[in-house]
């Protein structure tokens, strides 16, 4: 089922959170969108996309969550198109709105993508890279930290989105939360795209 993201209304623009169900229809020309060759939009995430347990293990994650990391925590490849005018920057966010309720977990904030980036391969954000600025995520690191649902539980809905900002590259600092993101970038988003993709542990 196709959805569509609401985005990241931020100040007079767009709150990250919503979704909305849709009939599945083709991208317009010149829409901005986010994709995956490795995962269509809600489809399920590959295994060795979840998190790795030596990762959780490493930021001193509890036991429950370290047994849960089946993966190998490699980010999975993404690529946007048709950026909105005006965009000079990216910024990059994974959520899950199931886990840790009602807070959610924040998988991924990374920022200060520069417009000529217009993808990431599969690997290239489970390590920093000059090609990004690394925020803090819930699990305190500013790279991917892959999908670690506990056994027992249904599927949990990750929702990844591109944020295009019209902010320089080097604007923002290191390590900001997704919150402290989100007041930074008001006033300085010119649109948003998303992909959900869903998850639950094997047993």
Not at 149 to 171: N, Q, R, S
Request: glycine residues 12%; hydrophobic residues 40%.
């Amino acid at each position: 089922m196709k959805r569509v993201i609401a985005g990241l209304v931020l100040g007079a623009g767009l709150l990250l959170g919503a979704t909305v169900a849709a009939t599945p229809v083709a991208h317009a020309a010149g829409v901005f969108t986010l994709t995956s060759s490795a995962v269509k939009d809600d489809g399920i995430l590959p295994q060795k996309f979840v998190g790795a347990r030596a990762l959780a293990e490493q930021q001193h994650e509890p036991p429950f969550i370290v047994a849960s990391c089946v993966g190998q925590n490699i980010s999975p490849p993404l690529a946007w198109h048709n950026p909105p005018p005006g965009t000079t920057s990216y910024a990059l966010l994974m959520h899950d709105p199931e886990g840790r309720a009602p807070a959610g977990v924040e998988h991924m904030v990374i920022y200060g993508i520069p417009v000529s980036v217009t993808h990431f391969a599969e690997g290239a954000l489970s390590k920093p890279s000059p090609e990004f600025v690394g925020g803090k995520d819930t699990m305190g690191v500013g790279i991917y930290f892959g999908p670690c649902t506990p056994p027992g539980t249904d599927w949990h809905h990750y929702t990844l989105t591109i944020v295009a900002t019209d902010l320089d590259p080097k604007a923002l600092p290191p390590g900001l939360t997704r919150a402290e993101l989100t007041k930074a970038l008001q006033g300085h988003v010119k649109g948003s795209a998303g992909l959900i993709v869903r998850w639950r542990h094997p047993r």
